[in-house]
């Protein structure tokens, strides 16, 4: 109870309140105006854990310089003997679940899963005064999460229960309650933030009790961004006195329907955001479409019958032809394994084999879809990352050049990845010699990268500067 009066204090001093609306349940308010670009709150995760295959520090998220591999569990990386020391607490007695299982089964031990056992251990630390608690930084901030177990598949269930096993396995803790850990692992689900690096490469997953409070919105008033594991919430908008504030759980530049089936699937909702409401069945079925084959026909297939039938029957919109969905099952059947050998080659930053597979893909996906679709767009924003990543850049900006219109199209003009596309091919046109293109697209994507991240933001900062030398004539840092 002094512990919740705390919380809200706490939220007080900030600007902020929790109402309850149904069906949304728990939401986050302004309790005075913010600016664009202001910073609301930060918080550090409850608990959280790396899952890229790049070797993190557990601790405080940093890649670069040598890092170590603790001794013991042959798991857990630090960037050095300062990171190794301050986690000791946590990671003796994750250190020690891990040795409780056999090696081949130390394998199978996902970050979910790592992440389960050291919010268990984080508790019991807390309960034993061993780490100390405050208002925003307890177990019972954690109880207060939506779980959605009952809304889940029976599956997915499923696979948790298997997952709580292993948990239980590894804790050995005397009061082990096993029902507890599979709502826990429902929660991890609909409530972690995917913890991203400046390109927006998932770096890990946390649980942060005060910005999992906030709701999604397809046209979001505020913006999460990580220093490290550091989340930081900003006002994209001006926010009101009185306005609950939105974030965006998903990829915004998808149509509507994956959207809403998105956001479905993994946080059991529906969204009926402005955007989502003034859906558009044709402006949606364009952006997914599939292309005409027939002659030169460049027209786009239209779902005859909705979307969700089963036998689907697609027209031209321009010649009118009508074809059923076989020819489009074996082309995305094709399509399939390509894209798995792709995520895999990526994942393992095997990036020449991910490349050369990727274009095969892009491919196969234009002979498929409409070029204006965003498929191509997604696939092609992948393309210009590879290309960028295997030095060649010439063909990084021709693949990014032909997907600024689709961001324009499809993004909110405030929204981080329009900044960052902005960015990166401000930068690609300044490294390919066209000044006057760059300094255009990078004084866009200052304009909104100064709201995301703020001006201090490392990359940010150095834009600025780079930004204002270039106006005042001097030689600049591009
Ligand atoms: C991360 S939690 C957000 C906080 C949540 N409202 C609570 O009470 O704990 C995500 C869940 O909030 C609800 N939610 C989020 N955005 C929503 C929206 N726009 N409309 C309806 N429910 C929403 C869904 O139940 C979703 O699974």
């Not at 030095?391 to 900044?419: F, M, N, W, Y």
């Not at 000044?435 to 150095?462: C, D, M, W």
Request: neutral net charge.
């Amino acid at each position: 109870m002094e512990d919740d009066l705390e919380f809200q204090r706490f939220l007080e001093a900030k600007g902020l309140t929790i109402n309850t609306i149904l069906p949304k349940r728990r939401c986050l308010f302004a309790t005075r105006d913010f600016i664009p670009g202001e910073v609301i709150m930060r918080e550090e995760p409850y608990v959280c854990m790396p899952t890229c295959s790049e070797p993190l520090c557990q601790r405080c998220f940093k890649s670069d310089g040598a890092l170590l591999k603790c001794a013991s569990c042959n798991i857990a990386w630090y960037c050095g003997a300062e990171c190794q020391r301050l986690d000791w607490k946590l990671h003796k007695l994750e250190c020690r679940a891990i040795s409780r299982l056999e090696k081949k089964w130390q394998e199978l031990v996902t970050p979910e899963i790592r992440l389960l056992v050291k919010l268990f251990i984080r508790r019991k630390l807390q309960c034993d005064k061993v780490i100390p608690t405050t208002p925003i930084d307890n177990y019972s901030l954690v109880e207060a999460m939506i779980a959605h177990r009952y809304n889940m598949e029976a599956e997915k269930v499923a696979a948790f229960e298997m997952k709580a096993e292993i948990v239980k396995q590894m804790l050995q803790q005397p009061r082990f309650n096993l029902d507890e850990a599979v709502n826990n692992f429902c929660k991890v689900s609909c409530n972690a933030l995917a913890i991203l690096d400046i390109d927006m490469e998932q770096l890990g997953i946390g649980l942060y009790p005060v910005m999992s409070i906030i709701n999604h919105s397809c046209l979001p008033n505020a913006v999460l961004v990580f220093e490290g594991k550091l989340a930081v919430l900003r006002a994209l908008l001006p926010v009101e006195k009185g306005d609950e504030y939105f974030v965006s759980y998903i990829d915004l530049s998808r149509p509507t329907r994956h959207r809403q089936n998105d956001l479905n699937a993994k946080y059991h909702f529906l969204c009926l955001c402005h955007r989502c409401r003034k859906f558009d069945e044709i402006d949606d079925q364009i952006l997914d479409a599939l292309k005409c084959k027939h002659g030169k026909c460049d027209g786009f297939l239209v779902d005859k019958d909705g979307f969700y039938s089963r036998d689907q029957k697609f027209e031209c919109s321009k010649c009118g032809r009508v074809r059923t969905s076989k020819t489009e099952k074996k082309a995305k059947d094709k399509l399939e394994p390509l894209l798995v050998k792709g995520r895999s080659h990526f994942a393992d930053r095997n990036f020449q084999e991910a490349l050369s597979t990727y274009k095969r893909v892009e491919e196969a996906t234009l002979d498929l879809y409409h070029p204006s679709s965003f498929s191509v767009m997604i696939v092609r924003n992948l393309l210009t990352k590879l290309y960028m990543k295997t030095g060649d850049i010439k063909a990084a900006l021709e693949c990014c050049r032909l997907t600024t219109s689709g961001h324009e199209r499809l993004l909110q003009r405030e929204d981080p990845v329009l900044g960052l596309h902005y960015y990166a091919r401000g930068m690609l046109e300044w490294a390919e010699g066209n000044k006057e293109e760059s300094l255009n697209y990078l004084n866009k994507a200052a304009n909104i990268l100064r709201i995301t991240h703020g001006t201090n933001f490392p990359f940010v900062e150095e834009l600025l500067i780079n930004l204002a030398k270039e106006q005042e004539g001097g030689p600049s840092g591009f």
